[in-house]
């Protein structure tokens, strides 16, 4: 048939995935150490190795002659937000595919379930009633709550079912999300003088991140990529359908659940570190099907490394180039949302070629 063997030709014509994991891996690299070099500070790009060199192995000697405002600057201001970003780029671009395997919906996201209106709605409570128990990490914790709070009350709402559809999951999610925007609304609109930062954290933003929140992200992304990484040949199957899926040893439900607990709760980490970041879970990881396939062994590690450089470079530019701290979840929606457009234009008009 014409149609199939266009898609052969396709998938013949697409770039080995080690090619393309070790070009990303090379470039995620080289953007971030021009990035630790970036900003008011310029800082030779050479030296910045030098000065991760000398911090990792403890040889002083290798920065003897830098002085002590280059090292301060770099191992201390900036890689703690450039890591962040990496990381929450590359957990928001991976959650991304394994929400679009789960629900069977190009369309879907992190957000989709209302993780975000969830840990807005936390955040934006801390933020209203100045809650400090926790210190720095009392708005942080705060948002990782509500986001639990919505996955607990989504899946709730879908546990009647016999199964986990896309439908009912999407439509929990939908009506979860609009009472705690509602709620986000009403908090923004009793908090006065507060409102301020509400709406600037809602926004999203790497400005003063921390090497515990590195740590933080660090170990939330090993655990979760773990955890799709082992279960990526079960979400491919859940493509063929929870019958077929179910005959070849698959339980639909249950991986369904466990993948989609993992994802929502990684995405919780992240937004309650980041704030709200949206187009990269949605965008990534359809620019990376389009190289990969879509085989989630692929497809998977090949997001995470596009997300976080996809979402460094938007932090680099917010930092480096443009006025202001400007907040990154702006960006990411002015470069997203037109990027997405043009995919999702140019994929309808293919579907429309196609015999």
Known sequence: ??????????????????????????????????????????????????????????????????????PVVVMDVRLPRILAAMLVGGNLAVCGAVFQGILLNPLAEPYTLGISAGAAFGASLALLFNFTLLGLWSAPAFAFAGAAATLAAVIYLTAASAELSSGSLILAGIIVSSILSAGVSLIKYLANDSVGVIIFWLMGSFASRTWAEVGLLAVTTASGLSVFLYFSRDLNLLALGNRTAGSLGVSPRRISLLLLITASLVTGVCVAVSGIIGFVGLLVPHLVRSVTGPDNRLLIPVSALAGGL??????????????????????????????????????????????
């Open 1 to 70: 048939m014409p149609g199939q063997a266009k898609r052969e030709g396709e998938a013949s014509q697409r770039v080995p995935a080690s090619v393309v994991f070790t070009v990303l891996a090379i470039a995620l690299g080289s953007v971030v150490v021009l990035s630790a070099g970036s900003g008011y500070v310029r800082i030779p790009f050479l030296e910045v190795i030098r000065i991760v060199a000398a911090k990792m192995s403890g040889d002083t000697g290798l920065i003897a002659n830098l002085g002590r405002t280059a």
């Open 310 to 355: 996809l979402l460094l470079g938007a932090d680099t530019l917010t930092r480096t180039l443009l006025p202001g701290q400007i907040p990154i979840g702006v960006v990411t929606a002015l470069i997203g949302g037109p990027c997405f457009c043009y995919i999702y234009r140019r994929r309808m008009l293919q579907n429309r070629q196609a015999p």
